[in-house]
């Protein structure tokens, strides 16, 4: 047993079982032993193999990003910033993922290599990864030291465009089934595998591209192995309209009528709710149905933002009782843009400053990532729980003044200021740096990646035209 200890940390966001929250504590010791928080408090006099100075340090418990993409949307950077179209409502969703998608696994593997070492470097220590299988994938994320909960994707169509306006479906039902084993097969070398850090997560990919069946059997699955289920519902106007096109019924009302929803149960962005601005239903049942059967959200603000969409609004989901976690979705990978993100376009929502704090905020992507994977011994700092922990350095100017350190992160210094990382006992990040992948190396596999995919995208794109026509630059290209 090798124990490590943090001595004298000066803030520390401890996990209050009797207040079921997090609270701020000072001064005060965490030892962890192998994966295990083994002590929370004042003067620690056990035996200790490593002491760390915590006098310096803000010690927070591992962030949970419950909603990602890896393997391709770091390909995107540069791409999708300001990509959308309105004439289907801003979203580039169907268009993009048609022309621009991962030519092959070199591409997959620089794209998740890269979106690992982001996703450690803003202290996030536990990973919903939602992909296509890809050969490499599991061996890839069980050398970063992340806490994994595989989501191989799979559907029984895929989107099509002919035009800028109508979205299509190919359905392929054989395809679909294929993919749903190929993923319980993928779930199951995830759990099989001797570093015990992951998991699996069942991921039919969207509520609109599977068949009801495929649906129910893969929740079925999903109960079954006691894992999570997720699904993207509700991510975009023209899936919810398409839906009440086919049953008469919202994309949360459908789900609920196919027994999708309940606990372990992640429903992927779930933004237009009926309720909604741009949706205006006639039911305004979505907020509830969710709430009352104990679901979960994964709340991604950056991609929708970038659209000029939002939640309306966080504060709302919770007061529903739904359980709100945080995702990010698409590049850059950083969980603590999306905490501040989330909390300043919900109060812009409400038009109120008091619809949710920081503190929501920081349990979405604590607790409440660690709710929605049925994973209590996750996303808290107190004795027996995991220890996936990320100590924050005080001297980092953007935290300073330290008269709330929370606040200085979240709204000020965010990943510049994370120093270390330790996840499942083991140190992934010292000085500001990941042990365990290399970025640097990833980033140039990663351009050449992207290039191939520039060069793939008219014979893809229903126009046939080329990257630069899809998505120009930002800025005229001078002689
Ligand atoms: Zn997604």
């Not at 992340?146 to 002919?162: I, Q, T, V």
């Not at 990919?205 to 289920?229: K, N, V």
């Not at 975009?236 to 086919?246: A, C, D, K, P, Q």
């Not at 080329?466 to 630059?473: N, Y």
């Amino acid at each position: 047993m090798t124990t490590t200890v943090i001595k004298n940390a000066a803030w520390v966001i401890a996990w209050d079982e009797a207040l079921r929250r997090q609270v701020y504590r000072r001064g005060v010791d965490l030892a962890f032993a192998d994966d295990r928080i083994l002590f929370l408090g004042r003067d620690f006099t056990g035996p200790a193999d490593r002491v760390i100075d915590g006098r310096t340090r803000f010690v927070l418990p591992g962030l949970i990003d419950i909603h990602s993409h890896p393997e391709h949307e770091p390909l995107y950077r540069g791409i999708r910033e300001e990509h959308g179209l309105p004439s289907m409502h801003m979203t580039g969703l169907y268009e993009r993922s048609q022309a621009l998608s991962a030519t092959d696994d070199e591409a997959r593997a620089a794209s998740a290599e890269f979106a690992y070492c982001e996703l450690l470097l803003c202290g996030v220590t536990s990973l919903v990864d939602i992909s296509p299988p890809w050969g490499g994938w599991v061996d890839l994320f069980a050398k970063s030291g992340m806490r994994g909960f595989l989501a191989p994707g799979y559907a029984s169509a895929r989107w099509y465009l002919e035009d800028d306006h109508e979205l299509r479906y190919a359905w392929d039902e054989a395809r679909g089934r294929a993919g749903f084993a190929a993923a319980l097969g993928t779930i199951d070398a995830a759990l099989a595998h001797p570093c015990g850090r992951l998991s699996g997560v069942v991921s039919p990919m969207q509520i609109d591209t599977c068949t009801e069946d495929l649906l129910r059997d893969s929740r079925a699955a999903a109960c079954d192995r006691g894992l999570s289920f997720t699904l993207h519902v509700a991510q975009s106007v023209t899936e919810v309209r398409e839906m009440i096109r086919r049953h008469g019924q919202t994309p949360v009302q459908w789900a609920q009528s196919l027994g999708l929803l309940g606990p372990g149960t992640i429903l992927g962005h779930a933004l237009f709710l009926d309720h909604h601005s741009w949706i205006r239903g006639w039911t305004k049942s979505d907020l509830g149905i969710l709430g009352d059967s104990g679901t979960a959200v994964a709340h991604c603000p950056t991609p929708f933002a970038r659209y000029g969409q939002i939640m309306e609004n966080f504060g709302d989901y919770l007061r529903a009782g739904i359980v709100m976690g945080l995702g990010t979705d698409c590049a850059p990978h950083n969980l603590v843009e999306e905490m501040r993100k989330a909390a300043i376009l919900a109060r812009i929502a409400a038009r109120d400053i008091t619809t949710v704090t920081t503190a929501d905020l920081f349990h979405a992507a604590t607790a409440g990532g660690a709710k929605a994977l049925m994973r209590d011994d996750l996303g808290r700092l107190a004795p027996g729980r995991k220890a996936d922990i990320v100590l924050v350095d005080l001297a980092c100017p953007q935290m300073q003044p330290t008269r709330d350190p929370l606040r200085s992160f979240v709204y000020h210094a965010a990943d510049r200021a994370v120093r270390e990382v330790f996840v499942d006992g083991h140190q992934v990040v010292a000085d500001g740096r990941v042990l365990t992948l290399d970025q640097g190396a990833a980033g140039a596999r990663l351009r050449a990646a992207q290039q191939r995919m520039e060069a793939a995208a008219p014979g893809r794109d229903y126009r046939r035209r080329s990257a630069a026509e899809i998505t120009p630059l930002s800025l005229p290209m001078a002689e």
